[in-house]
């Protein structure tokens, strides 16, 4: 096995299990901040700081710099991927905490994990992102990331070789239209675990919009389609 194979294999596993926990922790995150939103800002918020100090961001930034100087004398592409989990930890670091964020923001915070959850992948996979609108417009952070999180965990056979996604994000008429479509495999627990994720994101959306939203789910066939609509301030 050369140097290079063996910094890939080290580093997809150190990929795999750094981009689990800051999911996780990303995930309580947004559970709190909708207990706060809902009962007590106060005590809530300070357990909002909490969780963010126990992730300790500046001793994994270092970490993350020290691992991509020396991946990128030996294996440049492994070093581009550790960039980009780098910039998906600044993301929860930096801008989640915010109200909102730019578009741009979130555009590339969903092209970074779609990029680390493909090198998981033993096929290429077939993905179409189509982007149209001002990418300067605000919205809440990790808006759109159930629907391209649910697409990697169940709407993926990582053992075929024809896997296809479509991305749709698109700026019209005072609203973000947002629609992913992908191929349904019947994988375990994809049902269970795609309508846990869409529940929650659905709280989320009435604490954000009231009743200004749409979010729809449908099986088409052999497709799953989601779709969002949400306005623009």
């Known amino acids: 096995m050369t140097l290079e194979a063996i910094i890939n294999f ?5 990929l795999t299990y750094m981009l ?3 999911f996780r922790m990303a995930l309580a995150y947004f559970e709190l901040k909708r207990q706060s939103e809902k009962i007590l800002v106060q005590k809530s918020q300070a357990e909002l700081n909490l969780l963010k100090s126990q992730v300790q961001p500046h001793f994994l930034f270092n970490t993350l710099n020290n691992i991509y100087y020396e991946a990128y004398r030996e294996a440049p592409r492994t070093a581009k991927l550790i960039e980009r989990l780098s910039d998906i930890m600044r993301y929860f670091v930096d801008e989640s905490p915010r109200d909102e964020v730019s578009l741009s923001t979130e555009i590339q915070f ?7 959850e493909k090198i998981r992948m033993r096929h290429e996979i077939d993905l179409d992102f189509i982007k149209e609108g001002n990418t300067e417009i605000r919205i809440p952070p ?7 999180e649910n697409i990697f965990k169940h709407g993926v056979d990582k053992s075929r070789s024809e ?4 991305l749709s994000l698109v700026q019209h008429d005072g609203y973000l239209h ?3 479509k992908n191929r349904v495999y019947d994988l375990p627990g994809a049902a269970e675990h795609t309508g846990f994720g869409i529940k929650n994101l659905r709280k989320r959306l009435n604490l954000l919009y009231g009743d200004n939203f749409e979010l729809n789910i449908i099986n088409e066939g052999n497709y799953f ?8 301030v």
């Open 10 to 14: 080290t580093v997809a596993g150190l």
């Open 225 to 232: 389609i989601a779709f969002l609509k949400v306005p623009l």
């Open 110 to 116: 969903l092209e970074n994990y779609i990029a680390l």
């Open 20 to 22: 689990s926990f800051i």
């Open 142 to 148: 990790m808006l759109l990331m159930t629907f391209v």
């Open 178 to 180: 947002f629609q992913t």
């Open 163 to 166: 896997n296809k996604i479509e």
